[in-house]
């Protein structure tokens, strides 16, 4: 994989990763950060909310947007600054997303990059919309 630095990046770079949540990550999301709401874990609870079936934590949705800028894109060396997520459409078990990180912007003297943040379904519909800050190191 390629080792990305501030002075190989450019705006409008992006990088997609596509998945499957599956009920099994979101329990052990839930023993994780001990976030038990019914609405993530418990199908019959589930069945009388306004979403009508369980419904992934909003921050396991999160967890992956990271996962990939520490790994993948722009990988290892960044360090968060901040997050902004704002969460569109619920995300339901077993559905197969699409996350999309994007160069948003690029402060080469403090090595700050701003990235756009989203996750979609298969039909495109956007789920978590976001921007994040890093300082990439290295």
Do not use: W
Not at 22 to 36: F, H, K, P, V
Not at 46 to 63: E, N, P
Not at 68 to 76: K, L, Q, T
Request: net charge negative; charged share 20%.
């Amino acid at each position: 994989m390629e080792k990305y630095n501030v002075h190989n990046l450019y705006n409008g770079q992006f990088y997609e990763k596509e998945f499957m949540v599956t009920e099994n990550m979101g329990e052990l999301y839930a023993q994780i950060s001990q976030d038990y709401n019914p609405i993530h874990l418990d199908a019959e609870y589930a069945k009388t909310s306004r979403f009508g079936q369980k419904i992934v934590h909003g921050m396991l949705m999160g967890s992956f947007i990271s996962g990939i800028i520490g790994n993948e894109f722009p990988g290892a060396g960044s360090i968060y600054l901040n997050q902004e997520l704002v969460f569109k459409r619920p995300v339901y078990y077993h559905a197969k997303i699409s996350i999309r990180v994007e160069i948003a912007g690029i402060n080469l003297e403090k090595r700050h990059v701003l990235l756009k943040t989203q996750c979609y379904d298969m039909e495109h519909n956007l789920l978590v919309d976001g921007n994040a800050k890093i300082l990439l190191e290295g």
